[in-house]
């Protein structure tokens, strides 16, 4: 039985994707509206939602589900 060695070679993105793709999808940080500091970080697709985000999530700290807006 033969072996066969197969060599991978990683292939890298064609240049200037990379800024397209974070340009177009920021990394933003959502804080509690409640108060208590506590953050979630998440991806918002700017022509989908070229606002601020507000999202409903669970806040460990108020032990309850609110209301967290992007900060910038």
Known sequence: ?????IW???V??????EMARSA???VVKLRSAAGTGYT???RKNRR???G?????????VLGRHT???EER
């Open 1 to 5: 039985m033969k072996t066969i060695a």
């Open 8 to 10: 991978l070679r990683a």
């Open 12 to 17: 890298q993105p064609p240049k200037g994707t």
């Open 24 to 26: 177009l999808r920021p």
């Open 40 to 42: 979630y970080v998440t």
């Open 48 to 50: 989908n939602d070229p």
């Open 52 to 60: 601020r985000l507000v999202l409903r999530k669970y806040d460990p």
């Open 67 to 69: 209301d967290f807006r």
